[in-house]
């Protein structure tokens, strides 16, 4: 059984896994100027008749303000994807889009090499009584009953303030050893997930393109 067929025999946790968006924030202000008042021009009396004092007012600019502008660019090496479920987020431009085994999941693989992959996607949970870190428990379990598989972590924690789950494997596939990042959340009653795979060697670059991914998904 090859990896992609290994996943696709899971729930979503395993079939549907795998970049910054950059918010440039830029926010300007006119402050009003208040002229001075211009004093009262005084004319001098003329035998009997007086002309009154004469008062300039001050004028007054009413505050102009500019509302802060918010444009949301990617780095030319990132492309943007939408992946089933409502997912979006960003993958590296050159790599290739697929869907996935099942219809919930997309792959992206790096031409130049298969061992290096993103697998996204998102899908109704169909338990929704058994908490996330459960359900990713249970089929990290399943999944350590094959050969060549083994777990390095797994860890609940949040990804914007939704439940979320990390899971970082190691297997044996058909094209050579892999090691894996995941990252699973769950928002408004669906499973979403991003994956990471990539040679042991690269550990450190296969993290950080799934960082990349979780920072730059929605929801």
């Given at each position: 059984?090859?990896?992609?067929?290994?996943?696709?025999?899971?729930p979503?946790?395993?079939?549907?896994?795998?970049?910054?968006?950059?918010?440039?924030?830029?926010?300007?202000?006119?402050?009003?100027?208040?002229?001075?008042?211009?004093?009262?021009?005084?004319?001098?009396?003329?035998?009997?008749?007086?002309?009154?004092?004469?008062?300039?007012?001050?004028?007054?600019?009413?505050?102009?303000?500019?509302?802060?502008?918010?444009?949301?660019?990617?780095?030319?090496?990132?492309?943007?994807?939408?992946?089933?479920?409502?997912?979006?987020?960003?993958?590296?431009?050159?790599?290739?889009?697929?869907?996935?085994?099942v219809?919930?999941?997309?792959?992206?693989?790096?031409?130049t090499?298969?061992?290096?992959?993103?697998?996204?996607?998102?899908?109704?949970?169909?338990?929704?009584?058994?908490?996330?870190?459960?359900?990713?428990?249970?089929?990290?379990?399943?999944?350590?009953?094959?050969?060549?598989?083994?777990?390095?972590?797994?860890?609940?924690?949040?990804?914007?303030?939704?439940?979320?789950?990390?899971?970082?494997?190691?297997?044996?596939?058909?094209?050579?050893?892999?090691?894996?990042?995941?990252?699973f959340?769950?928002?408004?009653?669906?499973?979403?997930?991003?994956?990471?795979?990539?040679?042991?060697?690269?550990?450190?670059?296969?993290?950080?393109?799934?960082?990349?991914?979780?920072?730059?998904?929605?929801?």
């Amino acid at each position: 059984m090859n990896a992609k067929n290994q996943l696709g025999a899971l729930p979503l946790a395993l079939t549907c896994t795998a970049l910054y968006i950059v918010l440039a924030g830029t926010a300007g202000y006119l402050t009003s100027t208040r002229p001075p008042p211009t004093a009262a021009a005084l004319l001098p009396t003329i035998t009997t008749t007086t002309t009154q004092p004469t008062t300039t007012q001050p004028t007054t600019n009413a505050p102009t303000t500019t509302q802060p502008t918010t444009t949301t660019t990617l780095p030319p090496d990132l492309q943007r994807v939408e992946a089933p479920g409502g997912l979006t987020t960003a993958i590296p431009a050159n790599w290739t889009v697929t869907t996935g085994t099942v219809a919930t999941t997309l792959v992206a693989t790096d031409p130049t090499s298969p061992r290096r992959e993103l697998r996204l996607g998102g899908a109704p949970v169909t338990d929704p009584a058994t908490p996330l870190l459960d359900r990713i428990t249970r089929a990290a379990a399943d999944r350590e009953r094959e050969p060549g598989h083994r777990r390095v972590t797994l860890t609940a924690t949040t990804i914007r303030d939704h439940p979320a789950v990390t899971w970082e494997f190691d297997e044996n596939t058909p094209s050579g050893p892999k090691r894996v990042a995941t990252a699973f959340w769950e928002s408004a009653g669906v499973e979403y997930v991003l994956y990471s795979a990539g040679p042991p060697e690269e550990w450190d670059l296969t993290r950080s393109r799934l960082s990349s991914m979780v920072d730059r998904s929605t929801p």
